[in-house]
């Protein structure tokens, strides 16, 4: 078997215009990834520049999640109504300029601003890498994604040791400039592969009432999350709960006009792997907030020192990447998500042993590779699974509700993480390797509900269109 063919000859190689797409979407989703790592280590050393307490830092974070959480609910409209390759060239530019006014910003507060800027177009530039693949790969997704996403795997091996090499020897604000060389080269290509957007494009009206419950009702849940250890935030999440279930019953009422037919979610095809989606984002994200606050304030590691071991987890993820397509054949959807979330799992309670005894350099390098490689091996299958009953013209709707159940999944891991480490740690300063068992037992925990949900999955995709 060679290694651009499927089995049963040349009749199934995979067409350029297939690769031309993923060359772009993967510059797009390699410029947000290495953006969010490079941020999430660099957290405490931005707070520290611009004399803000953490409380106040965090919401560089969490900012930009609020405003992504707002905008996921309108691409698959604005795909219909504009285009794929225009929304995509105006979300890449704005992306890239909004990285410029967080490098420019002048206090805490600019900058908070500047990255609720760049949320906004995050989330509407995130869900697109997915749709645009699934959209012209057919059967071969899996190995389209298995190759496209490598590159985007270089931001979490990258992004930890640039932040240290920039922190090291130049100011923060260079930690969002060096975003403007890669927008610069994915905008021009983007222009250059993508094919035309229809000359027509469908002018599906828009659901008002759906945006005006669902975006203001995401974005009050995340917050209610990242603030669930004051008093507003259980009111901030009962009302985004009330806002969401407002949103079902008007999405169950007009399926065809609303923003997010919610029908989806009882088909267990679907169901399932957007279930999966949640806690495979939810384990990533809290995996890079426990980890570097345990290398750095609990073992007392510098930023450079941390980023050069938390490089390994991307190391992992690629080398479980590059032979996605091989593993999905012989393997299958289910076994394969599943096996991974174990291994991952398996890796995490190492960290689990070392917080509780002795660190080891040796085994938290180990066991950062084998949990990237154990995460690689959830998110294609399912994603994959998700897609694969899903008619082509209904893609839009169905990426947008799919990473609107997988973002989510971040802000919620982060917080029940976050919530363990300050029970745990009064005190930053005063950190202990030991005051981080309950947030790696919280991470274990998070693991497990993933595994359960892979084991849902199904044993193999098969396609609509499959003969």
Same mark, same amino acid.
């Given at each position: 078997?060679?290694?651009?063919?499927?089995? $049963?000859?040349?009749?199934?190689?995979?067409?350029?215009?297939? @690769?031309?797409?993923?060359?772009?979407?993967?510059?797009?989703?390699?410029?947000?990834?290495?953006?969010?790592?490079?941020?999430?280590?660099?957290?405490?050393?931005?707070?520290?520049?611009?004399?803000? &307490?953490?409380?106040?830092?965090?919401? !560089?974070?969490?900012?930009?999640?609020?405003?992504?959480?707002?905008?996921?609910?309108?691409?698959?409209?604005?795909?219909?109504?504009?285009?794929?390759?225009?929304?995509?060239?105006?979300?890449?530019?704005?992306?890239?300029?909004?990285?410029?006014?967080?490098?420019?910003?002048?206090?805490?507060?600019?900058?908070?601003?500047?990255?609720?800027?760049?949320?906004?177009?995050?989330?509407?530039? %995130? &869900?697109?890498?997915?749709?645009?693949?699934?959209?012209?790969?057919?059967?071969?997704?899996?190995?389209?994604?298995?190759?496209?996403?490598? &590159? !985007?795997?270089?931001?979490? !091996?990258?992004?930890?040791?640039?932040? $240290? %090499?920039?922190?090291?020897?130049?100011?923060? =604000?260079?930690?969002?400039?060096?975003?403007?060389?890669?927008?610069?080269?994915?905008?021009?290509?983007?222009?250059?592969?993508?094919? =035309?957007?229809?000359?027509?494009?469908?002018?599906?009206?828009?659901?008002?009432?759906?945006?005006?419950? !669902?975006?203001?009702?995401?974005?009050?849940?995340?917050?209610?999350?990242?603030? %669930?250890?004051?008093?507003?935030?259980?009111?901030?999440?009962?009302?985004?709960?009330?806002?969401?279930?407002?949103?079902? @019953?008007?999405?169950?009422? *007009? &399926?065809?006009?609303?923003?997010?037919?919610?029908?989806?979610?009882?088909?267990?095809?679907?169901?399932?792997?957007?279930?999966?989606?949640?806690?495979?984002?939810?384990?990533?994200?809290?995996?890079?907030?426990?980890? =570097?606050?345990?290398?750095?304030?609990?073992?007392?590691?510098?930023?450079?020192?941390?980023?050069?071991?938390?490089?390994?987890?991307?190391?992992?993820?690629?080398?479980?990447?590059?032979?996605?397509?091989?593993?999905?054949?012989?393997?299958?959807?289910?076994?394969?998500?599943?096996?991974?979330?174990?291994?991952?799992?398996?890796?995490?309670?190492?960290?689990? @042993?070392?917080?509780?005894?002795?660190?080891?350099?040796?085994?938290?390098?180990?066991?950062?590779?084998?949990?990237?490689?154990?995460?690689?091996?959830?998110?294609?299958?399912?994603?994959?699974?998700?897609?694969?009953?899903?008619?082509?013209? *209904?893609? =839009?709707?169905?990426?947008?509700?799919?990473?609107?159940?997988?973002?989510?999944?971040?802000?919620?891991?982060?917080?029940?993480?976050?919530?363990?480490?300050?029970?745990?740690?009064?005190?930053?300063?005063?950190?202990?390797?030991?005051?981080?068992?309950?947030?790696?037992?919280?991470?274990?925990?998070?693991?497990?509900?993933?595994?359960? %949900?892979?084991?849902?999955?199904?044993? *193999?995709?098969?396609?609509?269109?499959?003969?």
């Amino acid at each position: 078997m060679s290694g651009t063919r499927e089995p $049963g000859g040349a009749g199934n190689r995979i067409p350029a215009s297939v @690769w031309k797409v993923a060359i772009v979407v993967s510059i797009g989703s390699f410029m947000a990834q290495m953006d969010s790592t490079l941020v999430n280590v660099s957290l405490s050393a931005i707070g520290h520049a611009l004399h803000s &307490p953490v409380a106040t830092t965090q919401w !560089i974070m969490s900012g930009y999640l609020l405003a992504m959480a707002l905008m996921l609910p309108l691409n698959g409209w604005l795909v219909d109504r504009v285009g794929a390759k225009r929304l995509y060239l105006f979300a890449f530019t704005a992306f890239t300029l909004a990285s410029v006014l967080c490098g420019a910003a002048q206090n805490m507060g600019e900058l908070i601003g500047a990255r609720i800027v760049q949320g906004l177009v995050a989330g509407l530039l %995130a &869900p697109m890498a997915q749709m645009m693949i699934g959209r012209v790969a057919g059967k071969n997704m899996e190995r389209v994604m298995g190759y496209a996403t490598l &590159p !985007i795997l270089l931001g979490p !091996i990258l992004g930890p040791v640039l932040a $240290g %090499a920039v922190l090291a020897r130049a100011a923060w =604000p260079w930690l969002f400039l060096i975003n403007v060389p890669v927008g610069i080269l994915g905008v021009a290509l983007a222009a250059r592969l993508l094919a =035309p957007d229809a000359a027509r494009p469908q002018r599906r009206r828009f659901d008002f009432a759906g945006f005006a419950l !669902i975006s203001p009702g995401l974005a009050m849940l995340v917050y209610g999350f990242q603030s %669930a250890m004051h008093a507003e935030g259980a009111g901030f999440l009962l009302a985004g709960a009330a806002l969401l279930a407002g949103f079902v @019953w008007h999405s169950l009422r *007009r &399926p065809t006009t609303a923003l997010i037919d919610v029908r989806l979610f009882a088909n267990r095809t679907f169901a399932v792997p957007a279930i999966t989606q949640f806690f495979a984002n939810g384990i990533m994200y809290g995996r890079q907030l426990a980890v =570097p606050l345990y290398l750095i304030a609990g073992c007392g590691l510098s930023a450079a020192h941390a980023g050069w071991l938390l490089a390994a987890t991307g190391a992992g993820m690629m080398a479980s990447f590059a032979c996605m397509g091989f593993l999905t054949e012989r393997l299958g959807c289910r076994a394969l998500a599943a096996g991974g979330a174990l291994l991952a799992l398996v890796a995490t309670l190492a960290f689990l @042993w070392m917080s509780g005894h002795a660190f080891s350099t040796s085994l938290a390098l180990a066991s950062l590779f084998i949990a990237g490689a154990g995460q690689g091996t959830i998110s294609i299958p399912s994603i994959s699974a998700a897609y694969a009953r899903i008619p082509k013209a *209904r893609l =839009p709707v169905a990426n947008t509700a799919l990473n609107i159940a997988q973002r989510i999944g971040g802000p919620v891991a982060t917080t029940l993480i976050s919530i363990a480490v300050s029970l745990a740690v009064p005190s930053s300063s005063a950190a202990e390797p030991r005051q981080f068992l309950p947030a790696f037992a919280a991470l274990c925990g998070l693991h497990l509900l993933c595994f359960a %949900a892979a084991m849902l999955l199904p044993a *193999r995709v098969r396609r609509a269109n499959d003969g």
